[in-house]
């Protein structure tokens, strides 16, 4: 064998010492400008490559589109696809100034005359020189033909490479150059018009040495012992890496040795073995064995792969023992299921914590870390009904004949103080409150149209105003929260409220849809989510007169102490 290998290595350097000279080669091109109109075929399975504009290839990529009216692929020059017979067709490329056509016809491989199947890949000697024949070479007497390495004419590779007869000699093979995919181009005259005949070989670069070495099992260890289930199936995993050979004689076998006895010994089942090379220098087998379902006996026995080849073969023996149970729920539930409930705890808190801050504020932070003097009492912010508008220029609704209607008897409500004949007057709430907190209970009040002065700055002065009360109350209704003043102040007194921890905030709802976050204009944010959390009492119509009822003792306790320190209004 190795006076062969002598005898070789003397012998193809003379074949190709005509090419290996270092002789300065005519570059070629691939497709030019001026051929405008190109004839290409290609065989149906082998892999073609679209033609690249060389003028234009460094610039931008050319796309070959179909043409003709009918649909289908575009195709990149660099791409390398499978030749099929839907692709046949015309096609065009933008080159910038001009437009190319291409006819593409794609033709059975048993019409290019001999065809051979193995001529589709060659295999070269790493660092030895070699040859690349053109395929279906020996079926016609015209040996002109031009290779490309990819899109690149191997003209152009600085590598010692000429084409000779229809051949591509390679001086001396290199894996990292010279594999890959080579296409030669064969003119053919036909009625006139040249065809171009694309031909596809895959070149493939082993090591040059004979293998001398038996293969490695590089999976399991010997003597493993591998956990099971019993019950259930079992796959036994081989893995073995042989020494590259110009024809593979590698093979992995799983047997069952019984009872440990390694002469009593059963070929097991296996799936299709898995063969791949990483590196020219070797390649890998994967067998996997199969036991369907293990079984008590499957424990007493030994398994055993052996991986082999021409040069000799290794094995490896491994046993199997019953896998220990372990508990879940002890081990691994509770720590899980503690961390998701940290997990869903943070989430909550992080999309809950500004209710969260309100709230706190609200019902346990008033008066305890303010004790600057304030200059009102009570904020109070609505807006005014027709109800008492009317009053204010002098009448009230009694004065009126007929029904009254169910809207108007939603803003107004008996009189805590009763008039001389003993009998209740309806009042507007927000009437009551100033009548009620001022005159009956002593508090002073800020009102928006009487304790503002025109003409300032309006936000301003009520963003002051506010931070200067002791409690802001707000009365919420439809009217309320469409008005973008109102609206405006209940979001500067919760602002207010996370800033500073003196102020309280109170909600008064009448009987109208007033908690509604559903507006037009849209509340804020900071509007809508303090609504839901905010404290807050119900005022209805049918609340009795006197101090008496539930909605005026609810709001008594609520209200702050009085500890306003009277302030010149001048």
Request: charged content about 25%; proline content about 6%.
């Amino acid at each position: 064998m190795q006076t062969g290998h002598i005898l070789f290595s003397f012998i193809f350097p003379i074949v190709l010492d005509g090419c290996c000279v270092r002789s300065h080669q005519t570059k070629q091109t691939g497709l030019q400008q001026d051929a405008s109109h190109q004839h290409f075929r290609a065989v149906e399975g082998e892999s073609f490559m679209m033609p690249c504009i060389k003028s234009v290839r460094a610039h931008f990529n050319v796309m070959w589109s179909r043409t003709g009216g009918r649909e289908g692929p575009s195709f990149d020059c660099g791409k390398v696809f499978p030749a099929e017979a839907g692709h046949s067709g015309n096609y065009s490329c933008l080159t910038g100034g001009s437009e190319l056509f291409l006819h593409l016809q794609v033709v059975k491989e048993t019409s290019v005359g001999c065809f051979q199947p193995e001529e589709r890949s060659v295999e070269l000697l790493n660092s030895a020189g070699g040859e690349v024949p053109c395929p279906g070479r020996n079926c016609s007497s015209n040996t002109h033909v031009r290779w490309f390495k990819g899109n690149t004419s191997v003209s152009e590779l600085s590598r010692d490479i000429c084409e000779k007869n229809g051949l591509l000699l390679i001086c001396e093979v290199k894996v990292k150059y010279d594999a890959g995919v080579y296409f030669c181009d064969r003119p053919m005259m036909e009625q006139g018009v040249t065809w171009t005949l694309r031909r596809a070989v895959k070149v493939k670069v082993v090591p040059h040495k004979t293998t001398t070495d038996p293969p490695r099992i590089v999976y399991p260890a010997d003597n493993m012992t591998e956990e099971v289930e019993l019950g259930r199936p079992r796959t036994l995993t081989c893995k073995a890496l042989f020494p590259h050979e110009r024809k593979s004689t590698g093979e992995v076998r799983w047997y069952m040795n019984y009872g440990g006895n390694q002469e009593n010994t059963t070929l097991l089942d296996t799936k299709t073995p898995q063969q791949r090379s990483d590196i020219p220098e070797e390649y890998s087998i994967l067998q996997e064995g199969v036991i369907n379902e293990v079984t008590p006996q499957h424990l007493d026995h030994t398994y055993t792969c052996i991986a082999s080849n021409a040069v000799g073969k290794r094995n490896v023996t491994i046993r199997l023992k019953r896998k220990c149970q372990v508990k879940w729920p002890s081990l691994v539930g509770f720590p899980v299921a503690s961390l998701l409930l940290v997990v869903v705890v943070g989430v909550t808190l992080h999309m809950k914590w500004l209710e969260l801050q309100i709230i706190y504020r609200s019902h346990f932070q008033h008066g305890k870390h303010d004790r600057d003097e304030k200059r009102f009492d009570v904020f109070l912010s609505h807006v005014w009904s027709p109800t008492a508008a009317e009053l204010e220029r002098g009448w009230t609704p009694s004065s009126r004949s007929g029904p009254v209607p169910d809207e108007e008897a939603c803003s107004s409500s008996l009189d805590p103080l009763n008039t001389e004949e003993g009998e209740a007057t309806q009042r507007p709430l927000e009437d009551l409150l100033r009548q009620v907190l001022e005159e009956e209970w002593g508090y002073r009040l800020c009102l928006v149209d009487r304790d503002i002065l025109p003409g300032g700055a309006y936000t301003n002065d009520v963003t002051l105003a506010i931070q200067r009360s002791n409690m802001l109350i707000c009365l919420l209704s439809d009217d309320y929260l469409s008005d973008s003043n109102r609206v405006f102040e209940l979001e500067s007194g919760v602002q207010a409220l996370l800033q500073k921890s003196s102020l309280k905030l109170l909600l008064i709802q009448t009987c109208r849809n007033s908690a509604s976050v559903i507006q037009d204009p849209p509340l804020p944010p900071l509007v809508q989510r303090a609504l839901k959390v905010l404290p807050s009492l119900d005022w209805t119509s049918e609340e009795p007169a006197g101090g008496t009822s539930r909605f005026w003792r609810s709001l008594r306790k609520a209200m702050p102490d009085h500890s306003v320190t009277l302030v010149s209004l001048v």
